[in-house]
């Protein structure tokens, strides 16, 4: 029997970042706080925000924690679906 949290999962999000998160390792963070596998699919990094499209794979506890984390820090987290990486 498979733990509901422990099951493997993925999700698409767009990550906005405010000002004073630019500079931190945000990606790094919640791979090493939450056990997740990021893939970067596309990102615009300025001096005063940024954006960050995200595949994080994880369990579904892993990836919840991952998400709570980013929108207490202050970012906004929205789920995409589709591919991005045509455009």
Request: charged fraction near 30%; glycine fraction near 8%; aromatic fraction near 6%.
């Amino acid at each position: 029997m498979t733990d509901e949290g422990s099951t493997a999962s993925s999700v698409r999000l767009h990550l906005s970042f405010p000002e004073e998160l630019v500079d931190r390792p945000l990606v790094y963070e919640i791979v090493k706080g939450f056990d997740v596998v990021p893939n970067i699919r596309r990102a615009d990094v300025e001096a005063d925000s940024a954006w960050v499209i995200l595949e994080l794979a994880g369990s579904r506890d892993q990836l919840a924690g991952a998400i709570r984390y980013l929108e207490d820090l202050g970012c906004v987290v929205n789920t995409m679906e589709g591919d991005v990486v045509e455009g």
